[in-house]
């Protein structure tokens, strides 16, 4: 019954800026942190950013000072706030919420012009 949606991906070009958005769905018991991932083509999935339960957060040096991860519990809404978007940030990105086991949405695309 769980279900993680994201959505806010699509097309901008460099120095602009984009919210993503992951709705979720279902109850998730024992929620220890929420993050965003990206894998861009050829290279790994790697950690975006985090935020843990007690609203520490944790970002990648690439995107440290211009991206913000935040949440609304009451909407059960993860957000990520991407501003100053380099070419490099171009992947697919993915709403992660890590309880005992990790729960993980379908992705959106995030592509950024040069």
């Known amino acids: 019954q769980v279900q993680l949606v994201e959505s806010g991906g699509g097309l901008v070009q460099a120095g602009g800026s984009l919210r993503l958005s992951c709705a979720a769905s279902?109850?998730?018991?024992?929620?220890?942190?929420r993050g965003w991932y990206r894998q861009a083509p050829g290279k790994q999935r790697e950690l975006v950013a985090f935020?843990?339960?007690?609203?520490?957060?944790t970002y990648a040096d690439s995107v440290k000072g211009r991206f913000t991860i935040s949440t609304d519990n009451a909407k059960n809404t993860v957000y990520l706030q991407m501003n100053s978007l380099k070419p490099e940030d171009t992947a697919v990105y993915y709403c992660n919420i890590r309880s005992f086991v990790d729960y993980w949405g379908k992705g959106t695309l995030v592509t950024v012009s040069s």
């Open positions: 935020i843990t339960s007690g609203d520490d957060t």
């Open positions: 279902g109850s998730i018991l024992g929620i220890k942190r």
